[in-house]
């Protein structure tokens, strides 16, 4: 779709106190259009749980396999 267009938005998360990135695909979308609530809305609707678990599970990877610094 020509229409179509595609934005990686980097978003915050207050829940897990941290930056996500959020590939977000809008069709034909007025010129006015407020992303904000929009974005706001991926936020909410965005599984903590998950995110948090995948983070934990990056951190104690990386943590075995490098030293710690300092
Ligand atoms: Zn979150």
Redesign the pocket.
Request: net charge neutral; with cysteine.
């Given at each position: 779709m020509a229409d179509a267009i595609w934005n990686e938005y980097e978003l915050f998360?207050p829940?897990?106190n941290?930056h996500?990135k959020q590939l977000v695909v809008l069709h034909k979308v007025p010129g006015n259009f407020d992303i904000a609530p929009y974005l706001a809305g991926f936020?909410e609707s965005?599984d903590?749980k998950a995110?948090?678990g995948a983070q934990r599970q990056k951190e104690q990877s990386s943590g075995s396999q490098a030293p710690p610094e300092a």
């Open positions: 998360c829940v897990c941290a996500f936020v965005h903590h995110w948090q």
